[in-house]
């Protein structure tokens, strides 16, 4: 039997209610106006607005404010370090409230255009240690609450007074080791009274979780998934990426091919890393070729490796060119991915190096565009 001394259930987070969720709460909570309209003015405040707490919220009265208090709870990541880069991306450090730190990056688009991606965590730290990413090195602190991820945007945008129109989960962390929180922040992120983002636009990047791969196509998830691969030859992506270990290469290639299926054979995004000596052999344009044959459609989006400790070396990006340019007698669409932030350690693979205090250059100076 509960003791009449239990403490009452937690408010639940504002960023992790959709709108229906917000006005049920709010109804529940004693809000008698018109359907819906309270949660749609919090809606606009939170996402529109970017209004900091419920106090702040001036479109609001007062008694409605309170009630609104006594419905839910408004935590703030606390925003640390805000870091642009030279190529017009920017680098933001969160602290969390166990003290745990995240980094997110904006991203803005083509000169010209108004889209801006955001680059969300999903976890503090990561327990899947890629050997060519910096967050792999801190391990896992813990997985981020849905708000915690949501926060991210709604902070980065406001910051750089943008509209958010793509996420990518690709900040740090393994977004199908925390599949719930990641969907239902993803979730509110296209609330048509909050930030509207298109569910299309929402991209996960998963380095193989393959039982999470399955079960986003089986539940029919809307957003869309990409997958790291790394490197095409096994033996070497197992040495590159130990998830290998737990979910074998054809385990993951298998699920892989069913995704596309799934989208009607349109092609999938496998992201490579182009690393100088270690992927970017004849072996590994053959390798490539080989699963160009299996008969599933894919895109190579190629990522140059950033520097990240002292195993592996980065190569430059005529090299990277050099390199993918043999790949097109064999019909693979190549994408280089444009790596924001790598002056400021915001690029691929390198979140977390300010926390580890392994900051190193790059050879090139210049970024580019694919
Ligand atoms: S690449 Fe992604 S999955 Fe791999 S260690 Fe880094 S954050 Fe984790």
Known sequence: MDSPLSPLAPLPPLQELTH???ATTLRAAGDEGARSTLAEAVMREVYVRATGSIEAMASIGAARRALLARAVAFPRLACEAVEPAADGSTRFAFRLRDGARIESVLLPHHAGSDRHTVCVSSQAGCAQV?????TGRLGLTRDLEAWE???QVVQVAAHARVRAS???FMGMGEPLANEVAVYRAARVMTQSHGLQIGARRITISTAGVVPAI???IDDAQPFRLVFSLGCADPAKR???MPIQERHGFEEFIAAIARYEAHRGHQHVTLEYVAIRNFTMGDDDIAALAALARRGFRFLLNVIPFNPVGDEFEAPTMAEVRAWTSRLRPFGLPVKLR???GRDRCAGCGQLGTGLIGARR????RDVSRP
């Open 338 to 340: 444009f790596s924001g």
């Open 238 to 240: 197992r040495r590159l």
């Open 130 to 134: 890629c050997r060519f990413c910096a």
């Open 166 to 168: 793509d996420i990518v």
């Open 361 to 364: 250059r790059h050879p090139d």
């Open 20 to 22: 229906a969720e917000l």
């Open 149 to 151: 991820i949501v926060d």
């Open 214 to 216: 399955h079960r986003f």
